[in-house]
């Protein structure tokens, strides 16, 4: 495959973001990409070479971008556009706590209005127990429960 201009740019991008210093990958075990043509050996090849395992998306399958867009539309306009955020300790307190929310507290229409992560063998509630609430961000993100 010819390298082009911008395949190069990509490899270069890819050189800065697995840098042993201040690389914004060294944390990250996968790339995801899909079957682009600027995603040449040799950026995957400088993925590697920084611990990022490349995984090529299979084609034909747009499931795949949808459910990654819906959570970033979700974390996006329920919590981050309502928050001003002072570098990047606030985003990752504010990334957490949502992940939180979003996977313990906040129930999922497309699951039948349940939770995805219920509490483990939490008892029986009675209608007309007393309701519990949790706050998180200042009453941004609300989570409501009957007590036990």
């Not at 201009?5 to 840098?19: E, G, H, I, K, Q």
């Not at 307190?93 to 906040?106: I, N």
Request: aromatic share 8%; hydrophobic share 40%.
């Amino acid at each position: 495959m010819p390298v082009s201009t911008n395949s190069s740019f990509l490899t270069l991008r890819a050189r800065n973001a697995v840098d042993v210093i201040d690389g914004t990958l060294l944390s990250v075990r996968y790339g995801l990409h899909d079957h682009d043509t600027k995603i040449s050996l040799s950026f995957e090849a400088m993925l590697r070479s920084g611990g990022v395992e490349s995984i090529r998306l299979p084609p034909r399958s747009p499931n795949l971008n949808a459910f990654a867009e819906r959570w970033v539309r979700s974390i996006k306009h329920e919590c981050l556009s309502k928050l001003i955020l002072f570098g990047e300790l606030s985003l990752r307190r504010a990334v957490t706590e949502f992940l939180r929310h979003y996977h313990f507290e906040r129930n999922h229409q497309g699951k039948e209005n349940m939770l995805l992560f219920p509490a483990p063998a939490s008892p029986p509630q009675h209608p007309h127990s007393v309701v519990t609430h949790r706050a998180r961000f200042g009453a941004l993100l609300n989570f409501y429960q009957r007590a036990a």
